[in-house]
């Protein structure tokens, strides 16, 4: 049903804000757009994270386009950004607030999943202090703050084949994030995917699922979605990590992937959109790598370009994501 009023509520940018956060933006662009196309009379306000609530009078009695995010150095803000809009008792697009909570740490994502017998990489909490989760995962590892997203401390070469090496990143990690947890698992061979969820009706329905190839990258490169992969425009790793939708060749194993990111939606409390991400392991088998709730929606980002390849255009996409914004109870 269309609203009578939408209001795009996005994090307010500095002029010299980095590429991973003026990316807000861009997604701006295509909920305005679509609201156009929607004829949806609309507003948009940039928003402090933390400051929601002077803008209840703006946002009262419209569906609000959550595009609230954390600012640089505040990952909590995300979702407490949106634990305001439940208490302010506005419709808002995507997840809830107690889904935010939990995906943005990725520590305890793997617990739910894990305990819903979902397949993670071996891995957990590393104290660079006490570093005796070494000796029980497989090496080489891949290390990253738990509770950043947009692959913010993935830049240079996160991954690790010796215990001195791992050590050192933590610790530079936990200088780098204070007060954040540091995440080590085991980094998986194999191809990697990415799978947009997006509602439908009561349910939610899996979009095409998505390949990132890693093009000629030569030894001694990670082959991974690092930070230059996303922001560094130019750089090898941007130009050379590729997106494609694999074919019927594969279509047993995209069932698969396709199931296991299906999994993912009710144990994470998800709604409206979101993106899981995978990859194979030695065996080829695919294992759940990140819950991304609430997405990117750019137009050049994954969940745009599967939704494309579903044969739906930005507005058809936004008058979905609308449709799940449910009336939130006060």
């Not at 401390?153 to 050192?168: H, K, M, N, R, T």
């Not at 191809?191 to 001694?220: Q, T």
């Not at 594969?250 to 990859?279: F, S």
């Amino acid at each position: 049903m269309r609203p009578d009023r939408a209001v795009i509520a996005h994090t307010a940018v500095a002029p010299e804000a980095d590429p991973s956060t003026a990316d807000v933006l861009d997604q701006v662009r295509l909920f305005q757009e679509g609201l156009a196309a929607l004829d949806v009379p609309q507003a948009t306000v940039a928003v402090d994270a933390g400051r929601v609530w002077e803008h209840a009078a703006e946002l009262a009695g419209a569906v609000v386009c959550n595009l609230l995010e954390a600012p640089p150095g505040k990952p909590q803000l995300h979702a407490a950004a949106t634990a305001a809009l439940e208490i302010l008792g506005v419709s808002f697009t995507g997840s809830p607030a107690g889904a935010l909570w939990l995906t943005t740490d990725k520590l305890a994502t793997r617990a739910v999943l894990t305990a819903e017998g979902l397949p993670v990489a071996a891995g957990g909490r590393l104290d660079p202090e006490r570093p005796v989760l070494l000796e029980r995962v497989p090496p080489p590892w891949i290390l990253k703050p738990a509770w950043e997203d947009a692959s913010v401390g993935l830049e240079g070469d996160p991954v690790c084949a010796a215990p001195e090496q791992a050590v050192a990143r933590a610790r530079s990690l936990a200088a780098r994030f204070p007060g954040q947890p540091v995440l080590l698992e085991h980094f998986l061979p194999g191809r990697e995917f990415n799978v947009s969820l997006l509602a439908a009706g009561r349910g939610v329905e899996a979009l095409p699922v998505a390949e990132i190839a890693f093009v000629d990258f030569p030894a001694g490169v990670p082959a991974l979605v690092g930070y230059e992969a996303k922001w560094a425009a130019g750089s090898f790793e941007e130009t050379h990590t590729v997106r494609r939708f694999p074919g019927r060749e594969d279509a047993a194993l995209l069932g698969r992937i396709g199931e296991l990111a299906l999994a993912c939606w009710r144990p994470c409390a998800l709604a409206g959109y979101a993106r899981v991400d995978l990859r194979l392991d030695e065996a080829g088998v695919p294992v759940i790598l990140e819950v991304n709730t609430n997405p990117c929606l750019s137009a050049d980002a994954g969940f745009v370009a599967a939704a494309r390849e579903a044969g739906l255009a930005p507005a058809d996409l936004v008058a979905r994501i609308l449709e799940a914004a449910a009336p939130r109870p006060r």
